[in-house]
Nanobody, 122 residues
């Protein structure tokens, strides 16, 4: 069982930046691929970014490519999502997820955090 806890959400103006963190409970964190997803009110949960266990491969949704960066610090059991040039349409609850294999669909992941709210104002 992997427990994930997100942090770093908040309110930011359009054009600003935020960095989300996701801390994992398990010592074997560095054997898991990690993903970030988001869900806006009234919408389905969408893929944002993913990173493989080694940190050598990343994958982004087209909507965030060039603005968001996913990274991981295996020594700290943490994955990060650096979000720059934020837009109002980035407003959502952001979730991190973990599984053995990197994927871009929510059913690819067995373990989920509770989410952190990101609100981008105009």
């Amino acid at each position: 069982q992997v427990r994930l806890v997100e942090s770093g959400g908040g309110l930011v103006q359009a054009g600003g930046s935020l960095r989300l963190s996701c801390a994992a409970s398990q010592r074997t964190f560095n054997s898991y691929a990690m993903g970030w997803f988001r869900q806006a009110p009234g919408k389905e949960r969408d893929f944002v970014a993913a990173i493989n266990w080694r940190g050598s491969s990343t994958y982004y949704a087209d909507s965030v490519k060039g603005r968001f960066t996913i990274s991981r610090g295996n020594a700290k059991n943490t994955v990060y999502l650096q979000m720059n040039s934020l837009k109002t349409e980035d407003t959502a609850v952001y979730y991190c997820a973990a599984d053995q294999v990197m994927g871009n669909r929510d059913y690819d992941y067995d373990y989920w955090g509770q989410g952190t709210q990101v609100t981008v104002s105009s």
